[in-house]
């Protein structure tokens, strides 16, 4: 399996962004999908997710203004970020949990780096 992520980039302070992630390969099907972030020195953290039957849940700190959607049929999972924030600048990885032939794996995005100017 696996993940393309783009949509990253520079924006300013209060502007919006909108990742995407299109997981590709050989698999029966997808569970959750995630958006995590790292920024240097730090533990990867949670951003969103979405379960397959499309409950999401967020971190308090982007809740309100960040939106994580999929869509199915194309395996792709997006992530809308309004609102952004100076501290919302660190690299942003795609997560799935896919079913293979072999069993249920964990797969990352490449990551793509965010920037959001004061």
């Known amino acids: 399996v696996q993940l393309q992520a783009s949509g990253g980039g520079l924006v300013e302070a209060g502007g919006s962004l909108r990742l995407s992630c299109a997981a590709s390969?050989?698999?029966?099907?997808?569970?959750?999908m995630d958006w995590y972030r790292q920024a240097p020195g730090k533990q990867r953290e949670l951003v969103a997710r979405?379960?397959?039957?499309?409950?999401?849940n967020y971190a308090d700190s982007v809740k309100g203004r960040f939106t994580i959607a999929r869509d199915s049929a194309k395996n792709t999972v997006y992530l809308q970020m309004n609102s952004l924030k100076p501290e919302d600048t660190v690299v942003y990885y795609c997560?799935?949990?896919?079913?293979?032939?072999?069993?249920?794996?964990?797969?990352w995005g490449q990551g793509t780096q965010v920037t959001v100017s004061s």
């Open positions: 979405i379960t397959s039957d499309g409950n999401t």
């Open positions: 390969g050989s698999f029966f099907s997808i569970n959750a």
């Open positions: 997560y799935v949990e896919a079913r293979t032939y072999r069993g249920q794996y964990i797969y």
